[in-house]
């Protein structure tokens, strides 16, 4: 008989192949089904030797048997299945992975630095809830997405006390208290779950006090995989000398790290800090009062300082990203127009013009298009009562009407995942959302979530 490993020749009393150490199955003496030997050959006579038998039709030796060869089938289904769920999940890694490592950004990234340069205001939302601080209500609460469900989850002394910041990552809320009334109490960033247990600071800014003559305030925060990035204004009044530096922490309050600062004339909304770089706004005032509005671009410790790019307009604020590119507004006497440049400074681009009489803020990137509150503007115009919402392709395609003549006053935005939250705002700290709007990316499906009913 023959070996079913190796194919040598072997005695029939054998149990173990001498030339491959092969435990012997004495099936691989049978012909395989379908074998090549032709059906018409007949079989042999009996040999002469029985020690060294010659079968008629031996199955090759690469031809397995059929009681080897039909589980290998039978598993064939499986191992294509596990090879596709392999090259998906290689897929998903390499989108998410890749883009970091060769510098570039991800969507979610692009909306979570967006989000914290524009939105100037604490709010922010997870697969659950919308999270968010309300003075009206009386501190920080969660919602459903729809409206419904609004609970006070992180009670807070509004007569003196407001969040000027507040990101989440996963079920952990990070959130800025900031006394508006004594400039000597440290801001300080707190940490809670989404159901506003387990309160823990984690981090003190610095109040005033006469021997450091200054003091800094937690602007905002954004975290990229489980790592904060805070913005802190600080002043100094031995020299007036007023700038922004950048901290990074973990999410426990761990491994705290000043980088760079930014100068402290960079526009309040326009800072936008990603894991690699951060860029921002500059307008520089002249004696005669024109402005000078610049981009310009850093690496998180200050370094590789480049200016991307200078207005021809006057001063530039509202700065956005969105893959590989910065959106910001550009304004002088009067004059508007919504712009973009590359992130390295090329191609920069006018994007919108409102008619005449009519201005622009940018207020969200999100999902490949800019989101602008627009309004009448004439000479008489002290304050913006009524407003439109409008939705500008990246592009500069052509501007859509998503909402008229919203009232919300003092509004700021966040982009919430195929959702804006707009929040009212009074004229102080004191008045931060007194009410609360989600709207689809689409116009669709405005809803005004009931603050006065918090218990």
Not at 263 to 274: I, L
Not at 341 to 354: A, F, I, N
Not at 406 to 413: E, I, K, R, V
Request: glycine share 10%; charged share 15%.
């Amino acid at each position: 008989m023959f070996c079913s490993k190796c194919g040598n020749q072997i005695p029939d009393t054998a149990k173990f192949c001498p030339a491959c150490g092969a435990t012997v199955d004495v099936r691989a003496v049978a012909p395989a089904s379908g074998s090549a030997a032709p059906a018409s050959d007949p079989a042999p006579a009996a040999p002469a030797a029985p020690q060294q038998p010659t079968p008629a039709a031996p199955a090759p030796p690469q031809q397995p048997a059929p009681a080897v060869a039909a589980p290998k089938r039978r598993r064939t289904p499986l191992i294509i299945a596990a090879a596709v769920v392999l090259v998906l999940v290689a897929g998903v890694a390499a989108a998410l992975v890749l883009p970091r490592i060769f510098g570039g950004s991800t969507a979610a990234d692009d909306e979570t630095a967006s989000n914290s340069s524009l939105a100037n205001g604490p709010s922010a939302t997870t697969s659950e809830y919308d999270i968010f601080f309300s003075s009206k209500a009386g501190g920080v609460c969660r919602a459903k997405p729809d409206g419904s469900s609004v609970e006070l989850i992180y009670p807070v002394d509004v007569e003196t006390t407001y969040a000027p910041a507040l990101a989440v990552d996963g079920d952990t809320v990070f959130f800025v208290l900031r006394n508006y009334m004594d400039g000597s109490v440290a801001p300080e960033l707190h940490a809670i779950k989404t159901d506003g247990t387990g309160d823990t600071v984690i981090f003190k800014g610095e109040g005033y006090t006469a021997d450091s003559g200054g003091w800094s305030n937690i602007e905002s925060i954004v975290v990229y995989d489980h790592v904060l990035y805070l913005l802190a204004s600080v002043t100094r009044d031995e020299n007036n000398d007023t700038y922004t530096t950048i901290i990074t922490m973990n999410a426990d309050g761990s491994d705290v790290q000043e980088h760079g600062t930014i100068p402290g004339n960079a526009s309040y909304r326009g800072v936008v800090v990603t894991p690699d770089r951060v860029y921002y706004a500059q307008n520089e005032y002249s004696s005669t009062g024109s402005t000078t509005g610049t981009i310009n671009s850093m690496s998180l410790d200050g370094g590789d300082f480049k200016e991307l790019y200078r207005s021809s307009v006057g001063s530039v604020m509202d700065l956005g990203i969105w893959d590989g590119r910065l959106y910001f507004y550009e304004s002088a006497n009067g004059y508007t127009v919504i712009s973009s440049v590359g992130t390295d400074g090329s191609d920069p681009t006018k994007l919108y013009e409102p008619p005449a009489q009519e201005g622009a803020y940018l207020v969200a990137v999100a999902d490949g298009a800019l989101y602008l509150q627009s309004w009448e503007s004439n000479a008489d115009t002290l304050e913006i009562v009524t407003w439109d919402l409008l939705r500008l392709p990246v592009d500069g395609g052509e501007v859509e009407v998503l909402a008229a003549d919203l009232d919300l006053y003092n509004p700021t935005f966040t982009s919430a995942g195929g959702r804006l939250l707009i929040a009212e705002n009074g004229q102080y700290a004191g008045a931060t959302c007194g009410r609360l709007v989600s709207i689809n990316y689409d116009g669709s499906n405005m809803v005004e979530y009931p603050l006065d009913e918090v218990a």
